[in-house]
């Protein structure tokens, strides 16, 4: 049994044997291979890059705008109100709702034959008033004259009595019938001469007093003069009749409002403008001291346009005035003034269709100034406030803040760089930092315009 076990080991041995000649055998084999195998040429790793449409970053100084809507008006209005009642014999052709009237033209008229009269009247009683000056003057003239007889009568009546009394008491010459009568001459005379010189003494107050009945008749007659001009009423200014109730025929009350006159050669709007608009956007400020309201108004450009459907070029205009602001809905409002230089009711080729009363419009205004500003389409903005320019020919996203913006495009300040390009073809589901290419044509336009600004 024990030559049986050693036969079936050396069997198993040689069987090992074999099968580590075996293994060995295919390890040299595969070296052999492997040694002579040759290794293939590697490709070089070129990355195609993304295709875009590009224009390269231009910055620039830009006024923030902003618009507003208001109605407009004229500035000047005028209500003609007769100052004389009476009825109208006369009216101008003109004289209806839109109707046009010169400068001086006579509007209506009122019949005047009660105010003819009147001042005809007030003539007289003038003319009658200087005449009773004239005559108190002649009077006191007079008067005086005769005053200086009788001091000197009355002086020689005196001295006669005196002599008579005296003959007759010391010498008992004469009679004393003689002496009575020239004492009675005396003191007549006397009484005459104290009259005239209080008649004398009054005439100062009594010319005083016909002066001044002189001076009233004068203010009378002025007024009935007045009052027979005012018969005719004329335009105080060439413009637009707003509205009347006048009718030839038809009587008049004195201060009736009789029709109302719009000057439409400088209208105004009033625009409501909120807090951003109106401290951010256009940069209004307080006033130093008691300069005014508010400061920066003479900075702001603005212009009109009325809202129609048609375009129409835009008219100047200038902000007048801060007319209030409203602490409730935070909200300033603003008075412009736009002159029409065509004149009322005339048009001209650059401001057609003509601003009128009432009309809508649109105000267009610029204030505050913002440097270093890139203009972008509207299209090249994306929902997250971001825009993909190319940086050294890979894409970069960059966060930006709108500044303003028009109907196409946006300006925008943000991280630009000078060599930056503005990526305006639309991308979707971009990877930052792909590599970009720009077509042919492109490419040599951005380099031509870098080239013009460097």
């Known amino acids: 049994m024990s030559k049986h076990v050693t036969g079936n080991l050396r069997q198993v041995l040689l069987i090992a044997g074999g099968c580590v000649l075996v293994i060995a055998a295919g390890l040299l084999a595969m070296n052999g291979l492997a040694s002579s195998r040759k290794e293939p040429a590697q490709k070089p790793d070129t990355q195609k890059g993304v295709s875009v449409s590009a224009v390269p970053v231009e910055k620039s100084t830009v006024r923030l705008r902003t618009t507003g809507y208001g109605q407009i008006s004229p500035v000047n209005t005028f209500t003609v109100s007769p100052k004389v009642s009476g009825h109208i014999v006369e009216k101008h052709p003109a004289l209806e709702e839109g109707g046009m009237v010169e400068k001086g033209d006579v509007l209506f008229r009122i019949d005047d034959t009660d105010y003819s009269i009147a001042v005809d009247r007030a003539v007289a009683v003038m003319n009658l008033s200087e005449t009773m000056v004239s005559q108190y003057r002649i009077s006191l003239a007079s008067d005086r004259e005769r005053l200086a007889a009788v001091k000197k009568n009355t002086l020689l009546a005196r001295l006669k009595y005196d002599r008579l009394n005296t003959l007759y008491e010391n010498d008992r010459v004469g009679t004393l019938s003689e002496v009575e009568t020239a004492e009675q001459d005396y ?49 105080p200014f060439s413009g637009r009749v707003q509205s009347e109730s006048v009718e030839t025929g038809a009587y008049i009350t004195a201060g009736t409002q009789a029709l109302t006159l719009a000057d439409d050669r400088v209208f105004e709007i009033r625009v409501p403008l909120s807090d951003r608009d109106a401290f951010e956007t256009l940069g209004l400020k307080g006033a130093p001291g008691n300069t005014g309201w508010f400061s920066g108004l003479e900075d702001i450009r603005s212009s009109v346009q009325s809202v129609t459907g048609r375009i129409f070029a835009s008219m100047p205009a200038r902000i007048h005035r801060v007319v209030r602001y409203d602490t409730g809905s935070r909200t300033l409002y603003i008075a412009l003034r736009v002159e029409n230089e065509a004149g009322p009711g005339k048009n001209t080729a650059e401001s057609l269709p003509p601003l009128a009363e009432g009309m809508f419009c649109k105000v267009m205004l610029e204030g505050r100034q913002v440097e270093n500003t890139v203009k972008v389409p509207l299209t090249a903005m994306n929902a997250d406030n971001t825009v993909y320019v190319a940086r050294g020919g890979r894409l970069k996203t960059l966060k930006v803040n709108q500044v303003t913006a028009d109907g196409a495009s946006a300006w925008v300040t943000g991280g630009f760089r000078d060599d930056d390009f503005l990526i305006t073809s639309p991308l979707s589901n971009p990877v930052e930092n792909t590599l970009l290419t720009f077509a042919a044509e492109e490419a040599r336009l951005a380099r031509a315009l870098k080239k013009d600004n460097s």
């Open 187 to 235: 003191n007549s005379l006397l009484d005459t001469e104290k009259t005239l010189m209080k008649t004398i003494a009054l005439y100062p107050l009594r010319i005083q007093e016909a002066q001044s009945d002189l001076a009233k008749d004068g203010a009378d007659l002025k007024t009935a003069r007045l009052n027979l001009g005012r018969c005719t009423v004329t335009a």
